[in-house]
């Protein structure tokens, strides 16, 4: 297949807020790939199967959200270390023999974006100020994740490569976090649950990731009593800002939207898919222009 007629695709549903095709199309752009494609496919997880086994082999690649992630697995062949680890994939490359291999970008996506944001790798410090930087005694309650989901799955991988030891969810259903024990173990974590009742009170911690769905976090935004600094990520970015980033900047933390998420985890998928080094300021371009409208 020439490299001139390839295609590419984010999977979910809902998906028509999604902005990775503005990421992707640029990068393709910029990098001179003329004849690829990067599109939106509303898909369901159970739909998901059939539709990646219909594939032609001008397929290359896949990004795939919510509510797919867990089941993307099921249709690889070959599965990376980190997706195996979480249980989850936001990727589906292609392989040269039709088959496809399933990876977790959004783990190195965190990891990269956190650690521009002050967050210090290896032992969960936080950079305070210039010169400056606070170290947390050993990491237990240095992180707080709410939401119990397949991106926290990808943030209890991303703490664990920060050097956290502990980390702490939140959630409505205790079920829902007693799925995450072997994604916990598998990491080398101690997890500890907490109940949504008790969420206002965790912003004590150094990092706190906010996984839930839209709206899902409001509630918070008037009761927790952010510490300055707390790095807030919430991963959400349409709308942006969430009520509960507004409230954290307010209190002067600093705050990681999912804006930056889709494009630190959208630069590794490019580059899985083209085998090309990303054109990581076109495609950041793009975005900021294609958010623009939204804000």
């Given at each position: 297949?020439?490299?001139?007629?390839?295609?590419?695709?984010?999977?979910?549903?809902?998906?028509?807020?999604?902005?990775?095709?503005?990421?992707?199309?640029?990068?393709?752009?910029?990098?001179?790939?003329?004849?690829?494609?990067?599109?939106?496919?509303e898909?369901?997880?159970?739909?998901?199967?059939?539709l990646?086994?219909?594939?032609?082999?001008?397929?290359?690649?896949?990004?795939?959200?919510?509510?797919?992630?867990?089941?993307?697995?099921?249709?690889?062949?070959?599965?990376?270390?980190?997706?195996?680890?979480?249980?989850?994939?936001?990727?589906?490359?292609?392989?040269?023999?039709?088959?496809?291999?399933?990876?977790?970008t959004?783990?190195s996506?965190?990891?990269?974006?956190?650690?521009?944001?002050?967050?210090?790798?290896?032992g969960?410090?936080?950079?305070?100020?210039?010169?400056?930087?606070?170290?947390?005694?050993?990491?237990?309650?240095?992180?707080?994740?709410?939401?119990?989901?397949?991106?926290?799955?990808?943030?209890?991988?991303?703490?664990?490569?920060?050097?956290?030891?502990?980390?702490?969810?939140?959630?409505?259903?205790?079920?829902?976090?007693?799925?995450?024990?072997?994604?916990?173990?598998?990491?080398?974590?101690?997890?500890?649950?907490?109940?949504?009742?008790?969420?206002?009170?965790?912003?004590?911690?150094?990092?706190?990731?906010?996984?839930?769905?839209?709206?899902?976090?409001?509630?918070?935004?008037?009761?927790?009593?952010?510490?300055?600094?707390?790095?807030?990520f919430?991963?959400?970015?349409?709308?942006?800002?969430?009520?509960?980033?507004?409230?954290?900047?307010?209190?002067?933390?600093?705050?990681?939207?999912?804006?930056?998420?889709?494009?630190?985890?959208?630069?590794?998928?490019?580059?899985?898919?083209?085998?090309?080094?990303?054109?990581?300021?076109?495609?950041?371009?793009?975005?900021t222009?294609?958010?623009?409208?939204?804000?």
């Amino acid at each position: 297949m020439s490299v001139a007629a390839r295609r590419a695709a984010v999977l979910g549903k809902p998906i028509a807020h999604s902005l990775s095709p503005v990421i992707h199309n640029a990068g393709y752009a910029a990098a001179g790939l003329a004849g690829w494609s990067y599109t939106r496919i509303e898909c369901a997880a159970a739909e998901l199967p059939d539709l990646v086994a219909g594939l032609g082999p001008e397929w290359a690649g896949l990004s795939v959200t919510m509510p797919g992630k867990e089941v993307a697995l099921a249709v690889a062949a070959e599965v990376s270390p980190v997706a195996a680890a979480v249980g989850a994939a936001n990727t589906l490359v292609r392989r040269p023999d039709g088959t496809w291999y399933a990876d977790n970008t959004d783990v190195s996506g965190m990891v990269d974006v956190l650690t521009t944001a002050g967050v210090r790798e290896g032992g969960l410090g936080v950079v305070s100020g210039v010169g400056e930087v606070g170290v947390v005694p050993g990491a237990g309650g240095a992180v707080t994740v709410l939401g119990a989901g397949g991106t926290a799955r990808a943030a209890l991988a991303a703490a664990a490569r920060l050097g956290a030891t502990e980390v702490s969810v939140v959630a409505r259903r205790t079920a829902a976090i007693d799925e995450l024990a072997p994604v916990a173990t598998a990491l080398g974590l101690t997890l500890t649950a907490v109940s949504w009742t008790d969420a206002a009170a965790l912003a004590d911690a150094n990092l706190l990731i906010s996984t839930v769905p839209k709206g899902a976090a409001d509630e918070l935004a008037g009761v927790v009593r952010w510490r300055p600094g707390t790095v807030l990520f919430d991963a959400i970015y349409d709308p942006w800002p969430t009520p509960l980033a507004a409230s954290a900047a307010a209190a002067g933390c600093r705050v990681v939207s999912g804006l930056d998420l889709l494009l630190a985890q959208a630069v590794g998928q490019f580059e899985q898919f083209t085998g090309v080094p990303a054109p990581r300021s076109a495609m950041a371009a793009a975005l900021t222009a294609a958010r623009a409208p939204r804000q």
